[in-house]
Every structure is written in structure tokens, then in C-alpha cells.
């Protein structure tokens, strides 16, 4: 008993040495993903330039920058320079609806929305993920996670706006949960946006297999 109890222990231990067991689940379980094509990717990046002078996309991997001094996305906009992707054709305003995507920031980059969740009853965002010297923030609160420098990353947002609530998972790991802004006409971006202040010169995020689901 005492041998079949250790040769167990041993499996098991070898399991997790290997990788096999993941912490927190899988966020999209009980989810249907949402059909997307090239047409719901648009692209918004400073107005005055070309979009392959901040945006490139090789091998399935999205990569956007952007400089502190570039213009907005629009010449009428007062806003911070940004390149995002706006998930375009899928808004929503009721229901349960989830981003997914690997993203990756390169160390440097700081004061800059890599996420966020646009329209709301009051303002114009539900929720900004900022990296703050590597960090994760809530716009510029609450921390998220921590230690997300040049490592790619998987990122899963829920928006739960029968209930009022978005939650936050890191690797599969909730990681932030928060009540919403109210409902509006709301739709998931990535890239880089820059923040009002503290943001470094230059800022980069690179983005792959991004995913709709909703229930």
C-alpha cells in the first residue's frame, strides 16, 4: 500500500514538473466562440502616417506602436496617440461576452492601455489594463499582475453586463474582478494607447490568436 501510495506521489510530482497541470482552469469553458474574419480587425493609428510606419502583422502575430509625440487617431480628436485594434462588428449591450489574446510588451514600454473594453454609461471606457514599468494596472489603480515584461502572456476579459461585473484572468488565473461602468454600446480593443501621463517615449504591444466568445 505504502509503495503504490509513493509511486503516486511520484507521478505526480513528474505531471506538474512537466507542465501538464495548468492553475486556474480554462476562463472560456462553457463559451461559444464567435466566428471572426479580417473585416472585424480595424485598425486605428495616428492620422498623418501610413499604417506600416506603427503596424505590422507576420507569421499571425499583430505588432503596433507608437511614439509619445504622434498625433491621434483623428484630426477632429483631442485624445492620446495610440495603434490599436478595434474588434469591429461585434458590439454588444447585454449578455456575457469574453476577449481572448496572447499579448506581449516589450520592456520600456510604460503608460500605455494594451487592453481595454470601450463605451460605457458615464465616460468612455469599462475597462482600461495599463503596464505601468511592467505592471498591470487598473487604468492607473488597482494592480492586475505583475512581472509582465517580454514574455508572452495569455489575457481572458469577461464582461458579464446582465450582472454589472468584468473579471480578469492572467494564464488562466483570475486575477481582477470589478464592477462595470454601466451599459453602453461596448466592443474589446488591444495595442497600445497612451496614457494621459507617465508614458515612456516609445510604446509596443504585440498580439496573437485574439478570440471572441460569448454565452
Known amino acids: 500500500m505504502k509503495s503504490h501510495f509513493m509511486d503516486l506521489l511520484v507521478s505526480l510530482i513528474l505531471v506538474i514538473s512537466m507542465g501538464c497541470i495548468v492553475s486556474g482552469g480554462d476562463p472560456t469553458q462553457g463559451f461559444t466562440p464567435v466566428p471572426l474574419t479580417a473585416a472585424n480587425f480595424a485598425l486605428q493609428k495616428p492620422y498623418d502616417i501610413p499604417l506600416d510606419e506603427r503596424y505590422s502583422y507576420k507569421d499571425g502575430v499583430h505588432k503596433l506602436w507608437v511614439y509619445a509625440d504622434d498625433k491621434p487617431h483623428d484630426p477632429s480628436s483631442n485624445t492620446q496617440p495610440r495603434t490599436e485594434i478595434r474588434i469591429k462588428g461585434l458590439d454588444y449591450h447585454s449578455g456575457v461576452w469574453q476577449f481572448e489574446g496572447y499579448g506581449f510588451v516589450p520592456n520600456g514600454t510604460s503608460g500605455a492601455t494594451v487592453a481595454q473594453i470601450h463605451g460605457a454609461a458615464k465616460g468612455a471606457t469599462t475597462l482600461i489594463l495599463r503596464i505601468y514599468n511592467g505592471n498591470m494596472r487598473y487604468y492607473d489603480g488597482a494592480l492586475v499582475a505583475e512581472d509582465m515584461y517580454d514574455k508572452w502572456f495569455r489575457l481572458n476579459i469577461i464582461h458579464n453586463v446582465d450582472r454589472g461585473f468584468v473579471t480578469v484572468f492572467i494564464n488562466g488565473e483570475k486575477r481582477f474582478k470589478v464592477k462595470d461602468q454601466g451599459p453602453g454600446d461596448l ?29
Open 187 to 215: 466592443y474589446f480593443k488591444c495595442g497600445v494607447y497612451a496614457a494621459p501621463a507617465d508614458i515612456s517615449y516609445y510604446m509596443e504591444s504585440m498580439w496573437r490568436d485574439i478570440k471572441i466568445y460569448k454565452k
